[in-house]
């Protein structure tokens, strides 16, 4: 759209004079947009930890629900926490997206244990969970300390169990960690990135 010199001037007189009027108490009675309450003044604000990196970014997670019995405060909104040491308010695209992680509908929200050779996976309750899991670390534990892989190799078991990493650094210190983990014969070994 171009306007000459002439129409640019009637238009700022008009939006002048206008503006004029609406501050001198000739404005409409009600409101011409609708006015909406801020969403979150009435939700419950929860410090927590973004739970995919071992970065440990502050989030603030805001929920709706008057904590009464039996009922279930709804996720409406997730951000980073500006007063944590670590990220100070910002959060990388996963940690943006925690609403839809918690609101997932493929979400987990109880153990399931699938039996070996089978296509099922069958709901357990948390007490057989930790237990199923405590006796298989306890039995990695007390196995033979020398094993042999499949490839013949020798490798020491107590140092097969896994490890995690993380790493804010160079390549080459991930490298470098990669080669040490796999230098032990380790086979469960996850290093994560930042994002």
Request: one cysteine or more.
């Amino acid at each position: 759209m171009t306007l000459s010199r002439r129409q640019f001037f009637k238009v700022c007189a008009a939006g002048a004079g206008t503006t004029s009027l609406a501050l001198l108490g000739f404005s409409p009675d009600q409101a011409l947009a609708e006015v909406r309450a801020f969403k979150l003044a009435q939700a419950t604000e929860t410090r927590n930890t973004c739970p995919y990196c071992s970065v440990g970014c502050g989030v603030l997670i805001y929920t709706l629900g008057d904590g009464s019995k039996n009922v279930r405060s709804e996720v409406i909104h997730v951000e980073g926490d500006p007063d944590h040491p670590v990220n100070r308010g910002t959060l990388c695209p996963k940690g943006a997206g925690l609403k839809d992680f918690i609101q997932s509908e493929g979400r987990l929200l109880y153990p399931e244990y699938r039996a070996p050779n089978s296509r099922e996976w069958q709901r357990i309750s948390w007490d057989e969970a930790f237990t199923r899991i405590a006796q298989l670390m306890k039995e990695d534990r007390d196995a033979n300390f020398i094993a042999v892989n499949e490839a013949g190799q020798t490798v020491n078991r107590w140092l097969t169990t896994g490890m995690l990493a993380a790493s804010a650094s160079s390549n080459e210190t991930g490298y470098l960690t990669h080669k040490f983990a796999r230098s032990l014969g380790m086979l469960a070994f996850d290093n994560q990135a930042r994002v």
